[in-house]
């Protein structure tokens, strides 16, 4: 999970970045799942939760991070 968060912020502009995350889309839905599922299995049950969690962040926080902000938008209107 870290490498896909590190893919993200190595992006140059908010186009690629988002460009990246859509792409990534399988990826960053499936990955915590199957680690959790595993965590599962392995009877490590606060571990699961946890990852769970942290892919639950990754992904709000990046897309957080796509979005601009009010300064930006009322610039690009009175352009």
């Known amino acids: 999970m870290s490498l896909m968060q590190s893919s993200l912020v190595s992006a140059p502009n908010l186009q690629i970045q988002h460009a990246r ?16 599922s595993y965590q599962i299995d392995m009877g490590q049950f606060t571990q699961a939760i946890e990852t769970l969690e942290q892919g639950r962040a990754l992904l709000w926080s990046e897309m957080r991070g796509l979005r601009n902000s009010m300064d930006q938008l009322s610039d690009s209107i009175h352009l």
């Open 21 to 36: 995350l859509v792409a990534m889309r399988g990826l960053c839905d499936k990955m915590p799942l199957d680690y959790a």
